[in-house]
């Protein structure tokens, strides 16, 4: 049981690259989610998704887009990255009633130079 | 909104002591539940410690033990007998609808 499975663990991107965070998990969870960690900020999610084809808006979501066309994957995509995008990034699961919390990926460290 | 807020960005104690985490809540739902997570160094997210908000009883894991103020919308951590690999982040979170929302974190260090 892999859990919550997020590539690449590190990443550097060159300002207006565009590429994909993936993550993918083996636990049937329906629900799916990213954030992005800052110091001092907490972890602010940027979309969330309840189930395979449907995805929604979190706290910061410019600059970014979902898709979730299994259960399985939810990846994030950066469409032309800048250096504000710096930052660690969590992909989370759960199952539908959020009571146990989310199981984590272990994070993506990207820089934007 | 509901908000989560926890107001000690940064504490230290000696090893063996015992800390508590501050974190307070807003919610409008009748049911829910609360979370406290712990982030070492290695930057993995763990789930520490659960609380079921309809249940009286504060939840206690090991040497982990919260303080549940359902009127006071108060949820703090206790880690008794603290020990080095404690040093962590620790974040309070709880559902908010389809989501979990986290507070902005407390920096402990367990100092030798």
């Known amino acids: 049981n892999a859990g919550v499975t997020q590539t690449p663990k590190f990443q550097v991107l060159k300002t207006g690259q565009s590429m994909t965070l993936q993550c993918a998990q083996d636990m049937n969870h329906e629900y799916m989610s990213w954030y992005r960690q800052d110091p001092g900020m907490g972890l602010r999610l940027i979309h969330y998704?309840?189930?395979?084809?449907?995805?929604d808006q979190g706290e910061v979501p410019n600059g970014y887009n979902v898709s979730r066309s299994t259960t399985e994957d939810f990846p994030l995509r950066l469409l032309s990255a800048a250096p504000s995008q710096t930052s660690v990034y969590f992909c989370?699961?759960?199952?539908?009633?959020?009571?146990?919390?989310?199981?984590f990926g272990s994070g993506t460290r990207l820089t934007v130079v | 909104a509901q908000t989560v807020t926890q107001s000690q960005p940064e504490m230290s104690v000696q090893e063996a002591e015992t800390v508590t985490l501050s974190c307070t809540y807003d919610?409008?739902?009748?049911?829910?539940?609360l979370f406290w997570y712990k982030q070492p160094p290695s930057r993995q997210m763990i789930l520490v410690i659960r609380?079921?908000?309809?249940?009286?009883q504060n939840a206690t894991e090991n040497r982990f033990s919260v303080n549940f103020q359902k009127a006071a919308k108060s949820f703090s951590l206790k880690i008794s007998d603290s020990q080095l690999g404690d040093t962590a982040m620790y974040f309070c979170?709880?559902?908010?609808?389809?989501?979990?929302?986290f507070g902005k974190g407390t920096r402990l260090h367990i100092l030798p």
């Open positions: 998704s309840v189930g395979a084809g449907i995805t």
């Open positions: 979170a709880t559902p908010q609808e389809d989501k979990i929302i």
């Open positions: 989370a699961s759960s199952y539908r009633t959020l009571g146990y919390g989310y199981t």
């Open positions: 609380q079921e908000a309809y249940k009286q």
């Open positions: 919610t409008s739902e009748n049911n829910y539940y």
